[in-house]
């Protein structure tokens, strides 16, 4: 038995002793900040561990990673639930490391640090192409692009430019798995190959009223088609998910069956088992570990606040709501929704007038958060009757007893988990 | 009529048509919010155009269409409402720039747009001078510079923020009835009493304010939060 183990550390572990020195001190450095900052209840101490060490070693993360196979998780919406279901679907035969949702340089250090031979990194979007190419990712997922956090990214297409500068330039072997519904992921992808398109869904369609590619005025279809007249098209998916099935290459068909909730869940689960059979892990085996997670990141979790059972939903720019809206307008619990808008929510609340709160109507609804009065405001423009409550818990007291869906942006999302408790 | 949204409305300038809307019908005025999609021709009959932000390159093709179009030039030149947000106020000049260089603008208005040496992205808050109205709060972000000509005036002086950034502290501009601004937030959302200028305008007649106890809350918290 113990020989086994031992066998097992040896064959799948890169000896330490490989690390330059200049590393070692980089990795202690990180290790030392990071139990210092969560023991001042700082959080996990990410961060401030992985930012330590790459001013001590700007090029840790390269070689950290030298000889390890790098999956890179990036787009607009879905990053962190994504990078879990692959990381989750590849643990059903390997060890793997993955970020915790902090998803610049700094949060790639501490699953860099680990001896996982195989990584799954969740990369902002504008960082993928100087990650990508320090690690030689050998597999890149993209997402979906759409509007989000506009007074910091400024021009959406500046994504799928630096996207498409990367992938016409890569030098070593990089597979993309990309989302087939995007015309901006598409366009982005190029001539790229080895490329497995993924029916991702792409439902808030505000930002592809241009193709990408020349600039023409071309509709995109209530299935989510898409052709151009400049050649352009929505290319053959060979991962999709209609009614419920996987489908796969080869004819390969599940039931999806997952504890997560909504249609972007789906499309996620379909990214994990295209990356997992990439990789080489067994379908069935992948998606069994897929088909567990309830909860990522204290995200979509069910928290019982004195009677209520608060279902947590973090969304931030108009498609992300758009997908939330969608999952809360299954049910008519009361809804509160919590808005900030500090620097990683976005300064500038205008989106919130993309969002199609209209459908809101007749619920009962609170607004919460720093900019509850735009929320509001917005709210009663859509012909949704709510009440404004500074105190996002205190609100979800005042509701009667029973099921509550609580949506807040990215900050005013983790203060709620913090006044809950609950771990992320 | 808001004029091509899914290619001009970037930073919610969509809101400005629910805004619109919204304050018409709750004082009984009928209002329909039309949405001329970029390969629909413009219709004449609007009572209030509106133009929104977007990227370049959407920019430099709506700007292609609507010459092409030639609706826009007719309902400006025959007093027609405009209010233009941004990339939509850059279009009406003579000149804007985008990626691709220098592009001639639909010539409505007297104004000229080069790209300046940084973004301007923040809160704005402007003092109005061609309008009769309270201070004005939005939100910028551009890298417009706008010299506003003879033909034209400047909206009001920038309180905060950078607004046209020609170096005379103005911001926005108004030549007949076109409202030409770089506040978004959606800027009617914000400032209902310019919605409720356009929408009097419209019908010929000033109209009896509404109680805005929520949108009166918002500037108050804006205006604090911007001047502290």
């Not at chain 2, 405009?82 to 985008?98: D, E, K, P, R």
């Amino acid at each position: 038995m113990l020989e086994a183990v031992i066998i097992s550390t040896t064959q799948r572990r890169v000896p330490s002793g490989r690390r330059s020195p200049r590393a070692h001190l980089a990795v202690a450095a990180a290790r030392v900040t990071s139990a210092l900052s969560k023991r001042l209840g700082r959080g996990h101490g990410t961060v401030i561990g992985g930012r330590v060490a790459l001013i001590l070693h700007p090029k840790l993360l390269g070689e950290l990673t030298r000889g390890r196979a790098v999956t890179i998780v990036t787009g607009t919406n879905g990053k962190t639930t994504t990078t879990h279901l692959v990381a989750e679907a590849l643990r059903a035969d390997r060890e793997v490391a993955s970020t915790r949702g902090a998803n610049l340089p700094t949060g790639q250090v501490e699953p860099a640090m680990s001896r996982a031979p195989e990584l799954v990194l969740e990369i902002d979007e504008l960082y993928v192409p100087r990650v990508a190419t320090e690690v030689q990712a050998s597999t890149l997922v993209l997402l979906n692009i759409s509007r989000d956090q506009l007074d910091r990214i400024t021009e959406i297409r500046r994504i799928a430019e630096a996207w498409r500068d990367l992938l016409g330039g890569v030098t070593w072997p990089l597979t993309v798995i990309a989302n087939a519904d995007d015309p901006l992921v598409v366009w982005a992808v190029g001539d790229h190959e080895p490329v497995v398109w993924v029916q991702g869904g792409y439902w808030w369609r505000e930002d592809a009223a241009l193709c990408p590619a020349c600039g023409r005025v071309r509709p995109i279809a209530d299935d989510g088609d898409w052709h151009c007249a400049c050649g352009s098209q929505r290319p053959h998916v060979a991962w999709w998910v209609a009614d419920g099935v996987l489908h796969g290459p080869g004819g390969y068909a599940a039931p999806l069956g997952l504890a997560l909730p909504g249609r972007s869940s789906e499309a996620q689960a379909a990214f994990a088992l295209a990356v997992a059979t990439t990789r080489g892990t067994d379908p069935d085996a992948a998606l069994e570990r897929v088909r567990a997670v309830d909860t990522v990141n204290g995200r979509f979790g069910a928290v019982d606040v004195d009677g209520h059972q608060l279902r947590l939903l973090l969304a931030k720019n108009p498609a992300s709501w758009n997908e939330a809206l969608h999952l809360v307008g299954r049910s008519d619990a009361p809804v509160v929704l919590c808005v900030n808008a500090r620097g990683p929510d976005g300064r500038d609340t205008s989106w919130l007038w993309d969002v199609p709160f209209e459908q809101l109507r007749g619920r009962t609804v609170i607004a919460s958060g720093d900019r509850r009065l735009d929320l509001a405001l917005r709210l009663e423009t859509a012909g949704v009757a709510c009440r404004a409550d500074a105190d996002p818990i205190a609100a979800v007291h005042s509701l009667p007893g029973g099921a509550v869906d609580l949506v807040g942006t990215y900050t005013a999302f983790h203060d709620v988990l913090k006044a809950l408790d609950v771990a992320w | 009529m808001h004029v091509y949204p899914t290619v001009l409305g970037l930073y919610g300038d969509r809101g400005n048509a629910l805004v619109l809307a919204s304050r018409a019908l709750r004082r009984g005025i009928a209002a329909e919010i039309v949405a001329v999609e970029p390969a629909e021709p413009v219709p004449a009959h609007g009572d209030i155009y509106l133009l929104g932000g977007g990227e370049d390159l959407a920019q430099s093709i709506a700007v292609d269409l609507l010459r092409a179009d030639g609706t826009l030039a007719r309902v400006v030149e025959g007093g027609g409402i405009v209010l233009a947000v941004c990339a939509g106020m850059q279009v009406l000049g003579h000149t804007f720039s985008a990626a691709s260089g220098l592009v001639t603008g639909l010539g409505l208005v007297d104004i000229t747009t080069v790209v300046g040496a940084s973004r301007a992205v923040g809160e704005l808050l402007v003092t109005p001078t061609a309008l009769e109205l309270p201070t004005l709060t939005g939100y910028e972000n551009h890298r417009g510079r706008t010299n506003i000509g003879a033909d034209a005036r400047p909206l009001g002086l920038v309180d905060q923020g950078v607004g046209t950034g020609n170096g005379d502290g103005t911001e926005g501009v108004v030549q007949r009835r076109v409202v030409g601004t770089y506040l978004h937030g959606p800027v009617l959302a914000r400032n209902p009493t310019l919605a409720d200028l356009l929408l009097g305008w419209a019908v010929g007649a000033a109209l009896a304010p509404l109680a805005d106890p929520t949108a009166d809350a918002l500037r108050v918290e804006r205006l604090r939060a911007v001047r502290r």
